[in-house]
Nanobody, 123 residues
């Protein structure tokens, strides 16, 4: 059974940084794509970043390009999201997602989601 556990959320001032982590278990994640979504209060869940199974391709939402970096550690079955230059509008619950099919992640169709970690950016 696939389990995803996010960590690293918290409260930070605008302009600050946080590093989110996602620990995966219960699957062959070496061949899985992985990604991050977020959902702010009153808003729909939105795509943030994704990385393919080999780590050779990454994709970012326009609103995080140049500020966020996604990466993965195959030995530890983890994925990270380094978030720099945070803005109040980045405040949201951030979710980890995995899937054997990269495009299912981009379409938000994966069945494997973490419980989320809260990120709050104060102005």
């Amino acid at each position: 059974q696939v389990q995803l556990v996010e960590s690293g959320g918290g409260v930070v001032q605008a302009g600050g940084s946080l590093r989110l982590s996602c620990a995966a278990s219960g699957g062959r994640f070496r061949s899985y794509a992985m990604g991050w979504f977020r959902q702010a209060p009153g808003k729909e869940r939105e795509f943030v970043a994704a990385i393919n199974w080999s780590g050779s391709f990454t994709d970012y939402a326009d609103f995080v390009k140049g500020r966020f970096t996604i990466s993965r550690d195959y030995a530890k079955n983890t994925m990270s999201l380094q978030m720099n230059s945070l803005k109040p509008e980045d405040t949201a619950v951030y979710y980890c997602v995995v899937d054997p099919d990269y495009y299912r992640i981009r379409r938000s169709e994966s069945e494997y989601w973490g419980q989320g970690t809260q990120v709050t950016v104060s102005s």
